[in-house]
């Protein structure tokens, strides 16, 4: 079992930067692959990055390719999202999610997941 709480959300300007935290609780978070998500009002939930579990190899959706970088840090059991050159069309509720893994695989999915946090509201101010 894995518990997910993300922080780091808020009120930005167009052009801004924010970091989100992904925080796990257990002992085994090497063991998962990590991912965030996004889903904004009205919309399916879409995939933004994912990491796998040395943080070895990363994959970004195209529409934040260049701006977000996700990373990990496997001692304090977090995983993190910069965010920066934000844009409005940016804003949505932003998820991690973990996917237990027993490879160097990553996840793009929804489905492929196990555990999800709560979510962190990220809003764009234009």
């Known amino acids: 079992q894995v518990q997910l709480v993300e922080s780091g959300g808020g009120l930005v300007q167009a052009g801004g930067s924010l970091r989100l935290s992904c925080a796990a609780s257990?002992?085994?978070?090497?063991?998962?692959?990590m991912g965030w998500f996004r889903q904004a009002p009205g919309k399916e939930r879409e995939f933004v990055a994912a990491?796998?579990?040395?943080?070895?190899?990363?994959r970004y959706a195209d529409s934040v390719k260049g701006r977000f970088t996700i990373s990990r840090d496997n001692a304090k059991n977090t995983v993190y999202l910069r965010m920066n050159s934000l844009k409005p069309e940016d804003t949505a509720i932003y998820y991690c999610?973990?996917?237990?893994?027993?490879?160097?695989?990553?996840?793009?999915?929804?489905?492929?997941?196990?555990?999800w946090g709560q979510g962190t509201q990220v809003t764009v101010s234009s």
């Open positions: 257990g002992r085994t978070f090497s063991r998962y692959a």
């Open positions: 990491i796998t579990r040395s943080g070895g190899s990363i």
């Open positions: 999610a973990a996917a237990g893994a027993t490879t160097e695989v990553i996840v793009t999915t929804t489905q492929r997941y196990n555990y």
